[in-house]
Structures are given as C-alpha cells and as structure tokens.
C-alpha cells in the first residue's frame, strides 16, 4: 500500500482536517494555507486551533501554516498560536508560520509565539513572516531572543513592512547580529 509523505492542503475548511489525516501516519510534510483570504477569519481560526490537537500523525516533523492576509482578530490570533501550537509544536523539527499583512498581529501574540517556542527543543527550522503586521520592539525582541537560544539549521525572520520604530531598535539590530554571527556561513 502506498504511503502518502507530503501534503498540501489549500482551503478555507479546517474543521475536515483532522478526518483527512486519519491513517496517515507516514505523513511527515503538511503545508496548509488558506485559500480565501478574505473569508478567513475567527471562526476558522479557532477552528484550526481547535484542530491541531486531534491530527494524529506521529510522523509529522514539518508543518507549515500560510495565514497571512487573513481577517482573524487578535485574540483569535492569539488563542491559536498559545493554546493551538503547542498541541503539535513538540514532535516538529521544522515550522513555517506566516501571520504576514494582518494588522491583528501585535506583541502579545508574538511573544506568545516565542513563549511556545522556548519550551520546544527539536526544532532545528524556523521561518517566521511577519511581514506587514503591528508587531513591536518589544514582541520582536522577545521572539529574536528565543531564537537565538536554539540550535538551528536554518531560520528566517522577516520583519519588513512593520513599524518605523521597530526597524532602528538598536538592542533588536544587536540581536539580529548576534543571530547571525551565530552561524557558520558556507
């Protein structure tokens, strides 16, 4: 019997998601992004966190999920990210959570991702976009800060487009520095 590895899921509905994956325990690549942008909002997002808790798929180690644009709120944002992720967060070595051009998006909820993300200690990817959101000096920092603590392979923060003040802090610029004097570059 063939073992599906890879998924990609492109649509609005989430509440299906957790049917789909039974029995897909080779599963080790899911990419979900939402398909409609515009009709995205609450009642998805709390669908979904609501969701992540039932995929049981043992041998997920990479997931994505592709949220930019959306009409969430931040709370719904919020919830998603401190009481969502964490459900799956431990068993991945590789996440990518775009939250990008929503202006929900704000320092609570990025410190809540760098929260969840200091209590994890397989991941060895990371790739947050926050591109176009509301995010502070002070949610930036934080988040910079987990991440410097980690072991990472690869890692992309992006943080363009945000708030004038966020792009000449000089203690989150020294740790952007820190973050890649880190590595060794090949």
Known sequence: ???????????????????????????????????????????????????LPKLKLPGLTNLTLHLSNTCMTSE??????AHGLPAILPQLTKVTINLGHNHAVQDPIVKALASV???????????????????????????????????????CLDLSDTPAELQNDAELNHLMEEILWGYDWV
């Open 1 to 51: 019997m063939k073992s599906l590895t890879n998924l990609k899921v492109l649509s609005n509905n989430t509440a299906w998601l957790a049917d789909c994956m039974k029995n897909k325990e080779d599963l080790s690549v899911l990419y979900y992004r939402v398909s409609e942008t515009s009709f995205w909002n609450d009642h998805e997002a709390y669908e979904l966190k609501a969701t």
């Open 76 to 81: 719904a944002a919020y919830d998603l990210v």
């Open 117 to 155: 993300f200091s209590t994890t200690s397989n991941l060895r990817g990371v790739d947050i976009q926050l591109a176009g959101t509301a995010v502070g000096v002070s949610g930036a920092t934080q988040l910079a800060s987990c991440l410097l603590d980690k072991e990472l392979k690869s890692l």
